[in-house]
């Protein structure tokens, strides 16, 4: 930040609770203001025909980047480490996950894809990009280096999710991404549950990782954005389709998300000891059948998340012992402290019903009675618990 461009000195390397504060940061380039102002631009005027000709500008057009749009992206590639080439914005995580998709295959080509994939992603694959003449395969999460076997002369990208963000599959993201090296694939990765403050994407073998900058990033249930962030050999690919499809976020939803980076970390890590706590608590409900949670010591790819994480987010779900739906939607319609919704990362707690079944083709869900998601926010945990106490006493008598 400032003091680097002022006085040109080497810093020591941050921790990424620093980076949240000072990445993509240069108060002195704005009179010393702490955040930079939002650019509402679309057209850059030059001084002389001549200096329009020949692109003389430190910016070019609206939606070739502005002070804005650079603040944002410089911060995230900090978070992403020094593998980072490149940030690209889009106007959402799906937008993310499709412009990526885009940019790593062409007609004729086959993508792998994982069965626990987001379902609107794999829409975008069945609908769009088969009619691009693109063919998709779903593999199991869990099948780790086997995806060899699945490869084709023409597969040309490898895309996970990890962990799921309805059944929490966590994937073996080193051996999938050594597999589809050896075979010239490029691997994608979903990494919005975890960002990059509790996966390294990038150092794990991911060349494009993808986050929903709607969730944790904006934080506030206030924004729509998704990132995709590039190594140094995806990144001109990237560049180059974002930019040829138009696509661009517009300013105010870009600060949004610079402002909510700041405080990410800090969020982050109360999301993290909170949804433990609770998903701890729900573990001893004799109601319950099995918390999908990474971070318990009880769940069935533990020992992989803790290898390959450091953290995880206020994002999990449980299966309940089998109870007619009517006890399910007693328990969630019960809770006070948890709005009803989709999308997670805000501040505030989520409660859903959800079934995988029907998204299912390479792998069957059948987790042994019905399940709902939660995203535990920022209350105050002990609150949060009450609420589901409470709920519970609903299910029972709903039963
Ligand atoms: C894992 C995951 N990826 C991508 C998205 C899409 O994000 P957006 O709502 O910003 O399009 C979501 C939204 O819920 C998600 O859960």
Not at 7 to 30: C, E, I, L
Not at 117 to 145: A, Q, S
């Amino acid at each position: 930040m400032s003091k680097k461009t002022e006085d040109g000195a080497q810093h020591p390397p941050t921790k990424p609770a620093t980076r949240f504060v000072t990445g993509g940061r240069d108060p002195f380039s704005y009179y010393g203001f702490v955040n930079p102002p939002v650019y509402h631009a679309s057209t850059v005027l030059y001084r002389t025909a001549q200096d329009y000709l020949a692109h003389r500008s430190r910016y070019t057009y609206g939606r070739r980047g502005t002070p804005t749009s650079e603040a944002l992206c410089g911060a995230i590639a900090e978070l992403e480490g020094p593998e980072c080439a490149g940030v690209a914005l889009l106007p959402s995580g799906l937008a993310a996950a499709s412009a990526a998709l885009l940019a790593a295959l062409r007609a004729g080509d086959h993508v792998l894809v994982t069965d626990s994939v987001y379902l609107p992603t794999r829409k975008f694959c069945d609908d769009v990009l088969t009619r691009y003449g693109i063919t998709t395969t779903y593999y199991d999460p869990l099948i780790g280096g086997g995806i060899a076997e699945l490869m084709q002369p023409n597969t040309r990208a490898v895309y996970l999710e990890s962990p799921g963000s309805l059944s929490f599959e966590v994937q073996d993201v080193p051996a999938i991404a050594a597999a589809a090296h050896a075979r010239g694939a490029l691997v994608l990765m979903d990494n919005t549950w975890a960002s990059p403050l509790y996966f390294r994407a990038l150092e794990k073998g991911v060349d494009l990782a993808i986050q929903s900058g709607t969730k944790y990033i904006g934080g506030h249930s206030d924004v729509l954005l998704g990132v995709v962030a590039a190594k140094a050999a995806t990144w001109p690919r990237l560049n180059d389709t974002v930019f040829t499809m138009g696509l661009w976020t517009g300013p105010d939803d870009m600060y949004l998300a610079l402002r909510g980076l700041r405080t990410m970390g800090v969020r982050l890590a109360q999301h993290f000891v909170s949804g433990l706590k609770v998903a701890c608590w729900l573990e001893h409900r004799a109601e319950v059948l099995q918390v999908l949670h990474p971070a318990l010591e009880s769940y069935r790819q533990h020992a992989l998340w803790k290898r390959d994480f450091s953290g995880a987010c206020g994002l999990f779900a449980i299966v309940l012992k089998p109870v007619p739906n009517a006890a399910v939607h007693a328990l969630i319609n019960e809770l006070t402290l948890f709005g009803i919704g989709a999308s997670w990362g805000g501040y505030e707690s989520l409660a859903i019903p959800f079934d995988c079944a029907p998204m299912r083709t390479a792998t069957t869900w059948a987790p042994g009675g019905p399940a709902v998601r939660f995203h535990i926010g920022l209350e105050d945990v002990d609150d949060l618990i009450s609420d589901l106490e409470r709920g519970f006493a609903a299910l029972a008598r709903a039963r």
